[in-house]
């Protein structure tokens, strides 16, 4: 069964630091997303993706973020400089239809 | 904008018993709601989607209904096994949203044996 990858699973980083986020979305579908999920916390939307640009964005994702499909398979997520409060798992999620997919998440710590 | 509640409080059950989940969302009504499980450390996996004018759906153990009056989605599992044992997550598209899912913090389900 087709499955959204995302690398890596854990990065480590420092503080200022740049920092990007690789997804490989399930191969026919057309929206690609960026969650984040804080430990102990709810699943924040931050990001959707339609037709090679952004359709929507939360007010977490600030100047410091930026997504990109820069092939027609790879999605990414890039954190200009990273900040402690960045630390977080982030999900990358694609969908078809209204239901979406999850990969497995990259849990981000910031140093 | 919309806000989502979910029972934060942990729901233990005996095995082989069905689990009531709920979720109350605050303010219009949405076009579908959508069930997620989450595993620790994993992300929420899709089990499904109920739209506004369908009261209920069904999926082998999963029951999902829908009330659009009482702003309630009730998520069920029949014959509960430790297996079921994960948090699930209610979540909603936020109107006009392309598909903008916010999502409620999750109810913590432990099936004992």
């Known amino acids: 069964e087709p499955e959204v990858t995302q690398t890596p699973s854990h990065q480590v980083t420092q503080m200022g630091q740049e920092v990007i986020l690789r997804c490989v979305p399930i191969s026919n579908h057309l929206y690609f997303y960026w969650y984040r999920q804080i430990l102990g916390q709810k699943v924040e939307f931050l990001v959707s993706f339609y037709n090679n640009e952004i359709s929507e964005k939360s007010e977490i994702f600030d100047d410091q973020f930026s997504v990109e499909r820069p092939d027609g398979s790879n999605f990414t997520l890039k954190i200009r400089s990273t900040k402690l409060e960045d630390s977080a798992m982030y999900f990358c999620a694609s969908s078809s239809l209204e239901e979406q997919y999850f990969g497995p998440g990259t849990r981000l710590t910031v140093t | ?113």
């Open chain 2, 1 to 113: 904008s919309q806000k989502i509640e979910q029972n934060s409080e942990a729901l233990n059950i005996q095995e082989g018993k069905t689990a009531t989940l709920t979720c109350n969302y605050t303010n219009y009504s949405p076009a579908y709601l959508q069930w997620y499980r989450q595993d620790p450390g994993r992300g929420p996996v899709f089990l499904l989607l109920i739209r506004e004018n369908e009261k209920e759906k069904r999926k082998e153990r999963l029951k999902v209904t829908f009330d659009t009056t009482l702003k309630q989605s009730l998520f069920h599992i029949t014959a509960s096994q430790p297996a079921d044992s994960a948090t699930y997550l209610c979540a909603l598209e936020e109107s006009g949203g392309y598909n903008k899912l916010i999502f409620g913090a999750g109810t913590r389900l432990a099936v004992h044996p």
